[in-house]
């Protein structure tokens, strides 16, 4: 079994014993699938996916007790800082930590482009129907879902990545060819 399989079933076993959170049972969103606005919060205000229509967006969920998800987090930044100019914007979603546990790891995050969002509960990894981590999810400039990707190990991330940049390549304007001469005659 490979690890993050076992964090994965580990992530799933804590989720579902939060005190006082009821599991609902929620399909995850599938490819081409409108893909759930709800992201958490960040300072106190609410993290909203189509405040970002237009651009593409990775959708990072990641809990503290996750190495493989914590690991990630520095390669995700570095997607963010290379293609933002084109219209990428990664979701860096923590669920299920503490405000306090939270706090303390954002502390850590010197300076981020990614945004960071926080869900201390477990709404809205299940309205994404996340039950398995690392959890990643590719959604369109349109707010719809392109690819999904979960309980990833490390050796595949790099994949993903690339995977990410050809899609924000694909979504780049072309450039406009020049109209060919009128043919001269008379």
């Given at each position: 079994?490979?690890?993050?399989?076992?964090?994965?079933?580990?992530?799933?076993?804590?989720?579902?014993?939060?005190?006082?959170?009821?599991?609902?049972?929620?399909?995850?969103?599938?490819?081409?699938?409108?893909?759930?606005?709800?992201?958490?919060?960040s300072g106190g205000k609410p993290v909203r996916l189509e405040d970002y229509r237009g651009k593409v967006v990775v959708v990072v969920f990641w809990k503290a007790s996750c190495e493989p998800?914590?690991?990630?987090?520095?390669?995700?930044?570095?997607?963010?800082?290379?293609?933002?100019?084109?219209?990428?914007?990664?979701?860096?979603?923590?669920?299920?930590?503490?405000?306090?546990?939270?706090?303390?790891?954002?502390?850590?995050?010197?300076?981020?482009?990614?945004?960071?969002?926080?869900?201390?509960?477990?709404?809205?990894?299940?309205?994404?129907?996340?039950?398995?981590?690392?959890?990643?999810?590719?959604?369109?400039p349109d707010g719809r879902v392109i690819a999904h990707h979960e309980g990833y190990a490390g050796d595949e991330l790099p994949g993903i990545l690339a995977k990410i940049g050809r899609i924000?390549?694909?979504?780049?304007?072309?450039?406009?060819?020049?109209?060919?001469?009128?043919?001269?005659?008379?």
């Amino acid at each position: 079994m490979r690890v993050p399989l076992l964090l994965s079933a580990l992530l799933l076993a804590s989720l579902a014993a939060l005190p006082g959170v009821a599991r609902a049972v929620v399909a995850e969103p599938s490819r081409g699938d409108l893909a759930p606005t709800a992201l958490g919060e960040s300072g106190g205000k609410p993290v909203r996916l189509e405040d970002y229509r237009g651009k593409v967006v990775v959708v990072v969920f990641w809990k503290a007790s996750c190495e493989p998800c914590r690991d990630q987090l520095t390669a995700f930044e570095e997607l963010n800082r290379k293609y933002s100019a084109q219209g990428l914007q990664v979701i860096s979603v923590n669920i299920g930590d503490s405000n306090k546990d939270y706090g303390m790891i954002m502390r850590r995050v010197l300076s981020s482009t990614m945004v960071l969002a926080h869900d201390a509960g477990t709404a809205v990894a299940e309205a994404w129907g996340v039950e398995m981590l690392p959890n990643a999810w590719i959604v369109g400039p349109d707010g719809r879902v392109i690819a999904h990707h979960e309980g990833y190990a490390g050796d595949e991330l790099p994949g993903i990545l690339a995977k990410i940049g050809r899609i924000v390549a694909a979504q780049q304007p072309q450039p406009q060819q020049p109209a060919s001469p009128a043919p001269a005659g008379g």
